[in-house]
């Protein structure tokens, strides 16, 4: 695979990446909303199961979202490689692009971070 496609295709996983936080982050939210008192309704309740169960999904979402950003980091780190002068235009550009990823991998990293420290704190 080319190095501009390869630049494609990681962009678009990041993407997607990003919108499945955007996913798990108002899952969260709808969560904090339940207004649930813990010990005012009896596990086996309609309230109870929807926040076992949304407790759960995003405690899914989030294990599979730090997954693929190690992945990414991984990928983009190998595409990125050790930096050197570029030669034309069109390297540099390439460059560009590839250092755009490399701060989308670690804007999405911060940003996972605050929800993985909720969920150890939720679960």
Not at 21 to 34: E, F, G, I, M, Y
Not at 59 to 72: A, M
Not at 97 to 115: F, H, N, P, T
Request: net charge negative; aromatic share 4%; hydrophobic share 30%.
């Amino acid at each position: 695979m080319s190095s501009s496609n390869q630049l494609r295709s990681l962009s678009t996983r990041l993407d997607a990446l990003a919108d499945t936080l955007k996913t798990t982050r108002q899952l969260v939210n709808r969560l904090a909303k339940l207004g649930f008192q813990p010990g005012s309704t009896p596990l086996e309740s309609e309230e109870g199961d929807v926040r076992a169960e949304l407790s759960s999904d995003i405690h899914e979402s989030l294990k599979q979202q730090e997954e693929d950003l190690e992945l990414l980091k991984e990928e983009v780190a190998d595409l990125v490689g050790p930096e050197r002068p570029s030669q034309s235009k069109r390297e540099s550009e390439r460059d560009r692009a590839k250092s755009r990823l490399s701060v989308q991998v670690i804007r999405l990293g911060e940003d996972l971070k605050q929800y993985v420290l909720l969920r150890e704190y939720l679960f």
